[in-house]
């Protein structure tokens, strides 16, 4: 597996708490992004990021926030966790351009009371 | 925008049954990618096709990538229970490096 951690593994936090998950790559990879997977929607892109201080929003970027200081790492942040956040976020890694295959982090499952 | 859909969504076979999951694109695809996510883990990249018409094995695994390149197939020959999972076709969405993921076939195979 490619190198890509991410933390917390599994976290339970109160509606209305801000969350920070983290992952980090020691692939050097240009691209990573963050994925919510939930029941019956597969995949989806919440925000990722093409280069150190760059990214862009996804299909479900609304509530989330991102930061990439330094290649290795890509924070993902709920300002204000609701309920409707609960979800399994994956990151992921991919080095080329378009197209190119992704290699995901083993996730983080997140619950909002 | 850019939709990716798969049939089925769940499949329940018995062990040596074959099994096949259909990917459909909105848009013709540059390219498409399939991965495997097993129950509890993260999705595995299993392969990509780049050509209209192109079909590649993996062992008992078959992929197909239409000729119009908006839709794909994979099939299982003789399933295992090692392929329990669920399957995901992906396809680049729009100018940026991103894959719009299709929503995934559930495989379940009784032993």
């Known amino acids: 597996d490619a190198g890509i951690t991410q933390s917390p593994r599994h976290k339970v936090t109160e509606t209305g708490t801000p969350v920070t998950l983290r992952c980090h790559q020691t692939e050097n990879h240009r691209y990573m992004y963050w994925y919510r997977q939930d029941p019956g929607h597969g995949l989806r892109l919440i925000h990722y990021?093409?280069?150190?201080?760059?990214?862009d929003k996804g299909e479900v970027s609304d509530g989330y926030s991102v930061s990439r200081s330094k290649t290795e790492d890509f924070l993902l942040t709920l300002e204000s966790a609701t309920s409707s956040q609960t979800s399994v976020y994956f990151c992921a890694i991919s080095g080329g351009r378009g197209g190119d295959e992704q290699f995901f982090g083993p996730g983080t499952r997140l619950t909002v009371l | 925008g850019q939709q990716v859909m798969q049939i089925p969504q769940y499949q329940h076979v018995q062990e040596g049954e074959d099994f096949t999951t259909y990917c459909n694109s909105s848009?013709?695809?540059?390219?498409i990618q399939w991965y495997k996510q097993r129950p509890g883990g993260h999705p595995v990249f299993l392969i990509q096709?780049?050509?209209?018409?192109e079909v590649k094995k993996q062992k008992r695994l078959t992929f197909q990538f239409g000729e119009a390149k908006k839709n794909s197939s994979l099939h299982i020959t003789a399933t295992q229970t090692t392929d329990v999972g669920t399957y995901f076709c992906?396809?680049?969405?729009?100018?940026?490096?991103?894959?719009?993921f299709g929503t995934g076939t559930l495989l379940a195979v009784q032993p």
């Open positions: 848009t013709t695809l540059s390219n």
């Open positions: 096709l780049v050509k209209s018409g």
């Open positions: 992906a396809g680049p969405g729009g100018a940026t490096n991103k894959l719009i």
């Open positions: 990021s093409y280069g150190v201080k760059d990214t």
